[in-house]
């Protein structure tokens, strides 16, 4: 009987190790191990189940000059354009839908539009004005509802993205606390972190997804879960791994020395990468780094723990993403690549074809989505 027992033991703790080791084996890994110079050869419909042309509808009071950024929701496209502080609004077809134009001093105006974001908790578009420190809300229409003028910061707000209905994180140009969270029924800032150097001046998009931070020159993406800020997952490149404690940003006010700054980080001259975005869905853990002026693409998928890096597919498709969402990415010819480079003609169909033959330079861009190939 004791034997019996003592091989039962046995038994349920050798069944339970390998439970345990099959579950860890199943976990996604915090750490993503690249070599920067590896590059596979994928095919597009590795990625991609579908490509489709977007023409955003060209009218006097559509006009974009510049796309900064894109944002998606409930079958819209909000576009902001920086240059004309405007935020453009399209529907899932591009139909021009309104614009948000309120620039001025008066009441429900900003003086900039520094950032925006969508509240999706009070289905609210909200407006950063640097400026004057300050929020001002809209509805979905455009409506003005409130301003909300923020605490006096050391650095000016840069941007920001709601954490939960009443948190809101900002990112600063107060080099002692970059990251700061407010709080709306409070009125004050309830938590401040991430000293740094003015060395880091490359990432596109700070708050790359959702309660999230991450920064061009550093590996690591932030959890901003909960009002504090802690590892969510980093990229490894071994010995390639930027030491940014050598870098030297030019102290001076010379703008050639700063120009020149930049290209040689771009050209691995002063660093050795560029994170130039991240992105993240259910899928991939996504990162473009810029190594010696060449843009390589890192998607990691989270349910095979597996790799794919390459600058283009076998098709030449290369990407420059200015939306990485659950299920499709966005780039525009405007985002930085031609739009051969970003839809290569061997790619389109006879009527992407025609639209892209159609479009002028005096009409709004055409964005290129790239639907994700359902796996499930």
């Keep these: 009987m004791k034997d019996t027992i003592y091989y039962l033991a046995i038994s349920i703790f050798l069944l339970s190790s390998c439970s345990k080791s099959k579950e860890k084996r199943n976990m996604e890994s915090d750490i993503i191990t690249v070599n920067l110079e590896r590059r596979d050869h994928i095919s ?7 490509i489709q042309v977007i023409p955003l509808e060209t009218t006097p009071e559509s006009l974009i000059r510049s796309i900064t950024q894109i944002k998606f929701f409930e079958d819209r496209y909000y576009i902001l354009d920086y240059r004309r ?8 077809e591009g139909r021009f839908q309104f614009a948000l134009n309120e620039k001025g001093d008066g009441p429900g105006q900003y003086l900039n539009l520094s950032d925006f974001t969508i509240d999706t908790a009070r289905r609210n578009l909200v407006v950063l004005c640097a400026v004057s420190n300050a929020l001002f809300f809209y509805d979905l229409g455009g409506k003005f509802i409130e301003k909300k003028r923020l605490p006096d910061s050391t650095g000016a707000y840069n941007s920001f993205q709601f954490q939960n209905k009443d948190t809101i994180a ?10 700061k969270f407010y709080s709306l029924s409070k009125d004050k800032i309830i938590g401040e972190y991430f000293p740094e150097e003015k060395k880091d001046i490359f990432c596109k998009d700070v708050f790359p997804f959702p309660h999230s931070l991450c920064r061009a020159l550093t590996n690591t993406v932030y959890s901003l879960s909960g009002a504090t800020m802690t590892e969510l997952y980093r990229w490894d490149f071994g010995n390639l791994n930027n030491d940014i404690e050598k870098l030297e940003f030019p102290s001076g006010r010379n703008q050639q020395e700063k120009i020149q700054y ?10 050795n990468y560029v994170i130039e975005s991240h ?21 990691y998928d989270r349910k095979k723990q597996g790799l794919l890096q390459f600058e283009r597919t076998k098709e030449g498709l290369q990407l420059y993403p200015i939306y990485f969402g659950e299920d499709f990415i966005l780039c525009t010819p405007e985002g930085g690549l031609p739009l051969d480079d970003i839809f290569p003609e061997k790619l389109r169909n006879e009527e992407q074809r025609r639209i892209i033959q159609a479009h002028s330079e005096e009409d709004n861009p055409v964005l290129i989505k790239y639907v994700f190939k359902n796996e499930d």
């Excluded at 502080?85 to 899932?92: A, K, M, N, P």
């Excluded at 900002?170 to 990251?179: A, Q, V």
């Excluded at 930049?262 to 660093?271: F, L």
Aim: net charge positive; no cysteine.
């Design 44 to 50: 597009t419909k590795e990625l991609f189940s579908d």
């Design 85 to 92: 502080s405007q935020i453009f609004v399209f529907d899932r």
């Design 170 to 179: 900002l990112f600063t140009y107060d080099y002692d606390n970059r990251l």
């Design 262 to 271: 930049v290209k040689d980080a771009y050209a691995s001259k002063n660093v």
């Design 279 to 299: 992105g993240q869905n259910s899928r991939y853990r996504y990162a473009m780094v810029v190594r010696k002026n060449k843009y390589i693409q890192l998607f």
